[in-house]
């Protein structure tokens, strides 16, 4: 089954302590990305990557890292946790939009919620 | 400065009937239009999308319409299901911007029985 999957599903942590949001997809695809949802605010996206060793800022990069060392993860760091990074997160993947591929359609995971105390 | 606009933050509709639910944006680069449905602890689902060179694109009993020249899209839902009830969100992308995807901030609709 074509999945993106993300671990943990729900976190609560404490300020400052690291943490690692896991993503992975099976699909083999070429883009993946990372948002946030917040109410009010709609998906607003953290950083993405186009293939493996290439990851570019997105809106709201601000308080984390990526890493793309494999093609079917891409796992999101938050060094030092604040507050205002308590959010829910969504990791997606698509293949890569071109003259073959009309569809910029996003595979999203299920979410992680997280909560920094 | 928001690109993608959702302006009504939710719309309840009775089943059967027809749910519109609006998009407005702001940015002319923009070549790709998506639809997306959520529903609570789920990630969002590709729905339907509109290529900037169309107007119209329909799956069942979903039509995207698209008004370039107002900068406005819409999603009609005909007839409308209970099932349908669920956050849908408006994305838009320009092809130099590599596939990333603008998001509007969402729409609750409400299908009542």
């Known amino acids: 089954e074509a999945q993106v999957t993300q671990n943990p599903r729900y976190l609560i942590t404490v300020t400052g302590k690291k943490l690692t949001v896991t993503c992975s997809q099976n699909?083999?695809?070429?883009?993946m990305s990372w948002y946030r949802q917040d109410p009010g605010l709609g998906l607003r996206q953290i950083y993405y990557?186009?293939?493996?060793?290439?990851?570019d800022k997105g809106d709201v990069p601000e308080g984390y890292k990526v890493s793309r060392k494999e093609k079917r993860n891409f796992p999101l760091i938050l060094e030092s946790p604040s507050p205002n990074q308590t959010s829910l997160y969504f990791c997606?993947?698509?293949?890569?939009?071109?003259?073959?591929?009309?569809?910029?359609?996003?595979?999203f995971g299920p979410g992680t919620r997280l909560t920094v105390t | 400065d928001q690109q993608v606009k959702q302006n009504s933050p939710s719309l309840s509709v009775q089943e059967g009937r027809i749910s519109i639910l609006n998009c407005d944006y702001t940015?002319?680069?923009?070549?790709?239009f998506l639809w997306y449905k959520k529903y609570p602890a789920e990630g969002p689902t590709f729905l339907i999308s509109?290529?900037?060179?169309?107007d119209k694109n329909e799956d069942g009993r979903f039509t995207v319409f698209l008004n370039k020249s107002a900068k406005h899209l819409s999603l009609h839902i005909v007839p409308s299901q209970p099932g349908d009830s669920a956050v849908y969100f408006c994305?838009?992308?320009?092809?130099?911007?590599?596939?990333?995807?603008?998001f509007g901030k969402g729409t609750k609709l409400s299908v009542k029985p």
């Open positions: 997606a993947s698509s293949s890569i939009p071109g003259p073959r591929f009309p569809s910029y359609e996003q595979y």
């Open positions: 699909m083999n695809h070429e883009y």
């Open positions: 990557s186009m293939n493996v060793e290439v990851t």
């Open positions: 940015n002319s680069m923009f070549d790709y």
């Open positions: 509109i290529s900037s060179i169309k």
């Open positions: 994305a838009a992308s320009a092809w130099r911007s590599q596939g990333n995807l603008i």
